[in-house]
Every structure is written in structure tokens, then in C-alpha cells.
């Protein structure tokens, strides 16, 4: 059971929009700021998202954070077949003194 | 650029140690406010954070793990390093090695994993 709450599954067809929501307590996303991985099939994870909505250079803008209160969401503009892959949020948990992921969310296109 | 490169036995018996370690390259692992992070992740299960380690030695670990789990640095030869005790099936897994840029500003801690090994894999079975 992780501390993170998301959704297992997304899905969408090309040129969509998709969110992911990530859910947490006052612990975690309720006081630190939220991040976010991309993880394609066989490969090691990948920074998508830092500190709510920021993107590291590379990530296309079609890829966007928020966060509100104990949530936070992933928004996918533009869907495109390449962003296939398991998307994984993740915070800094106050009480546990350590980092926490959310389950991982599939993101199919359809 | 940055790289991380994980290394170590693939298999590991039952009730034994497992060691890993993460060579870095392209930078010194002193330099920069840095934590220098393990996450394992089962086949087709979700990220785990294991522990992370400072620049000043100092640690952090998973709550779920503690007291199994040791994490040094070898500032000489630019690594990192993880053992964890008593392995169980459970711990079999891909483990990476990441850099962790953590602070805290004003909208909280910030902690995200910029850089990723790619990964190795580890069976504890006999």
C-alpha cells in the first residue's frame, strides 16, 4: 500500500488531454512540493515534473504539474503514442523522515 | 554530464547481504548539495525509496527497512554504496542509484531525483 494515492490506469487517444492525480496527506504533498516520473517500458525512471510544476530542460511543455492543498495532478496535453509509460508521483513525507511514492499510474494510448 | 552506474552481485542467497554500489561520473561527489539516493522497484511493481545518503555522511532511511539498511560514501572513489541485511525474495528487484537535489524552500522541502542509474538487478534466492 503506498503513502501516495493513484490512480493504476489512464488511458486516451492521440491529441488528448490527460490528467493523473496523486493523493497524500498533510505529511507529504500537504507540505512539500510534489514531483513527478516518467518511467517508459525497461528503462530506469525519468525526472518529468520537480517541485509542483516545474520542467526540466528537455521535457516538452506539453507536460504540466499543479498542486492543490494534499493533491497534486499531472496534466499530458497533446497526447502522443510516446508517452506510453508508468508515471509515479513522488514527496518528502515529514513524518515518515523519508521519500514517498504514489503506486504508479499506466498511461495507455489508445 | 552527471552519470550513475550501479554494480554488484545478481544473485545473493537467503539471510545474506546484499552490496551494491553506484559509481559517479562526470562530477565529484562531494560537490553541490546533493543526496545520493537508492529506490528499488520488484518486477511490475511500483518505485520504492530505499535511503539516501549526504554529502556530510549524514543518512536517511526507509522506516520499512531501518535497522537492515546501511548506506555509505567513498569520497576517494567517487561512489556510493548500499547494503542491505537479511534478504528475503522479497528484496529481489531492479535497484537504481539516483541523485537527489534536496533543500527546503519556502513552499517546503523540495526533493526530486534529477539523475538515474540504469538500473541492476538483484534475485536473492538459493
Known amino acids: 500500500q503506498s503513502v501516495l494515492t493513484q490512480p493504476p490506469s489512464a488511458s486516451g487517444t492521440p491529441g488528448q488531454r490527460v490528467t493523473i492525480s496523486c493523493s497524500g496527506s498533510s505529511s507529504n504533498i500537504g507540505s512539500n512540493t510534489v514531483n513527478w516520473y516518467q518511467q517508459l517500458p525497461g528503462t530506469a525512471p525519468k525526472l518529468l515534473i520537480y517541485s509542483n510544476n516545474q520542467r526540466p530542460s528537455g521535457v516538452p511543455d506539453r507536460f504540466s504539474g499543479s498542486k492543490s492543498g494534499t493533491s497534486a495532478s499531472l496534466a499530458i496535453s497533446g497526447l502522443q503514442s510516446e508517452d506510453e509509460a508508468d508515471y509515479y508521483c513522488a514527496a518528502w513525507d515529514d513524518s515518515l523522515i523519508s521519500v514517498v511514492f504514489g503506486g504508479g499510474t499506466k498511461l495507455t494510448v489508445l | 554530464q552527471v552519470q550513475l552506474q550501479e554494480s554488484g552481485p545478481g544473485l545473493v542467497k537467503p539471510s545474506q547481504t546484499l552490496s551494491l554500489t553506484c559509481t559517479v561520473s562526470?562530477?565529484?561527489?562531494?560537490?553541490?548539495?546533493?543526496?545520493w539516493t537508492w529506490i528499488r522497484q520488484p518486477a511490475g511493481k511500483g518505485l520504492e525509496w530505499i535511503g539516501r545518503i549526504y554529502t556530510s555522511g549524514s543518512t536517511n532511511y526507509n522506516p520499512s527497512l531501518k535497522g537492515r539498511v546501511t548506506i555509505s560514501v567513498d569520497t576517494s572513489k567517487n561512489q556510493f554504496s548500499l547494503k542491505l541485511s537479511s534478504v528475503t525474495a522479497a528484496d529481489t528487484a531492479v535497484y537504481y542509484c539516483?541523485?537527489?537535489?534536496?533543500?527546503?524552500?519556502?513552499?517546503?522541502?523540495?526533493?526530486?531525483?534529477?539523475?538515474w542509474g540504469k538500473g541492476t538487478t538483484v534475485t536473492v534466492s538459493s
Open positions: 562526470g562530477g565529484s561527489i562531494s560537490s553541490g548539495s546533493y543526496y
Open positions: 539516483a541523485r537527489d537535489l534536496g533543500g527546503i524552500a519556502a513552499v517546503g522541502r523540495v526533493d526530486y531525483m534529477d539523475v
